[in-house]
């Protein structure tokens, strides 16, 4: 299994994380913390990178019955997103899968507390037909069964 799902929106990092905040909080979803990975870089290191930032969400239902059925979960949370510009104004959203989780711990309740977060998580990205301003899902991410979009022309 592997630990993230991506995906690639046609927008520039602002307008991507803005998009991809509304989308969460649809979701039940609120972001707990952020990190601006480039101006962090810049302060502590003085490089300069592509824009990058970090990202934790938190649906707090899903994380009080994942934590409730193995305290040591609460390692893992918030759910953590990291969104990064690439050229020609795409943005890549990499989301933490859930379901890492339930591989590496066997609690009672926490299979099904992942998959709701997963099915949540990525909602927003896998609708059918998918929207105009998904592009793909890289094809090194690619795994069989899982949906992958390409450009609609």
């Not at 977060?117 to 069964?145: D, F, I, M, N, Y």
């Amino acid at each position: 299994m592997e630990p993230v799902i991506s995906y690639r929106i046609q927008a520039p990092l602002a307008e991507a994380e803005a998009t991809v905040r509304a989308a969460l909080m649809g979701e039940g979803f609120g972001i707990l913390t952020e990190v601006d990975v480039t101006q962090t870089l810049r302060t502590k290191l003085g490089v300069e990178t592509k824009p990058y930032r970090i990202l934790g969400a938190c649906n707090p239902g899903i994380a009080h019955r994942a934590m409730s059925a193995d305290p040591r979960v609460g390692a893992f949370l918030p759910c953590g997103l990291a969104l990064f510009e690439e050229p020609a104004g795409v943005t890549t959203i990499v989301l933490q899968d859930p379901g890492v989780i339930a591989v590496g711990f066997t609690a009672d309740g926490l299979a099904e507390a992942a998959s709701e977060a997963r099915e949540k998580l990525t909602k927003p990205w896998t609708p059918s037909p998918p929207p105009p301003e998904v592009l793909e899902r890289p094809s090194h991410l690619h795994r069989a069964g899982r949906p992958f979009y390409t450009p609609r022309g």
